[in-house]
């Protein structure tokens, strides 16, 4: 039995059925990220007819407060796809989700492949081409996220369900990240509010951290693909019907509604 392709077909399975994942198989869940990862490529190959090709990342806990709220230390990547990736102002279906939440995040697109190692904060800054203001769309599509464990969620791409993305500002024309000030705004009421800073000191940290993991597995961020660099504020829930805009100082706003 191929442990890896089993696993990854039956989170995709739940994924196409819009079920919560149940623990897998002690047979075939990954036993550490390591394994999470390898089984997460096997469901990009897997769930491709559907999610469209491979268009950049997300990367998740990048801030104390949602590795507070998560209770993982560290930061874990996920992989965005073609279909999931809407303009501002898009209307989307609730129902489309096992249980829906929205982030506010600082998008950044690249200009050019990120080759080598050892990337940092500043060795990054010149492969962006664009910032976006972003609304990272999470699916809790998990029996219970607290106990499913880290090395499954990382498997299941990490809450990854697509994102909606703002006007690009040219990363000349951008202000310093770490002074933008994200407000998370639903139905017209603030619900959060965090920096820039607050994504590993600086959103390039981000970027970099996701660099030097793809490296580590012989892989590397290309021209074009978009990267989540992570919440400036803790995961908020939704509701049918429920409108939301995250704003972003210096980036603007990007908007979206779930009906």
Not at 162 to 187: E, F, K, Q, S, W
Request: proline share 5%.
């Amino acid at each position: 039995m191929d442990k890896t392709l089993e696993a990854a077909k039956a989170i995709a399975l739940a994924r196409r059925a819009r079920t919560p994942l149940q623990p897998l198989d002690p047979a075939i869940a990954p036993r550490d990220e390591a394994e999470g990862y390898r089984i997460q490529d096997a469901v990009h190959a897997v769930l491709a007819p559907e999610v469209g090709p491979l268009v950049g990342y997300k990367i998740g806990c990048t801030s104390e407060v949602m590795q507070r709220y998560l209770g993982i230390p560290h930061p874990c990547g996920g992989g965005v796809f073609s279909k999931g990736v809407h303009a501002s102002g898009a209307s989307l279906r609730h129902g489309d989700y096992v249980r829906v939440g929205v982030e506010c995040e600082i998008a950044v697109r690249l200009a050019r492949d990120l080759t080598g190692t050892a990337f940092t904060a500043d060795s990054v800054a010149d492969a962006i081409d664009a910032c976006h203001p972003a609304i990272e769309i999470v699916d809790d599509r998990y029996a219970d996220w607290r106990t499913i464990g880290a090395p499954t969620l990382v498997a299941d791409d990490f809450f990854a369900a697509g994102c909606v993305l703002g006007a690009a500002v040219p990363r000349a024309a951008a202000p310093d990240l770490p002074d933008v000030t994200g407000i998370a705004v639903i139905n017209g009421v603030e619900v959060g509010r965090g920096s820039g800073a607050d994504v590993l000191g600086h959103p390039h940290a981000a970027l970099a951290w996701l660099a030097n993991h793809l490296a580590a597995q012989r892989k590397i961020l290309r021209a074009g693909q978009i990267v989540l660099t992570g919440s400036l504020v803790q995961t908020a829930w939704l509701k049918a019907g429920d409108r939301i805009a995250m704003q972003l100082s210096g980036l603007g706003t990007v908007a979206a509604e779930f009906v």
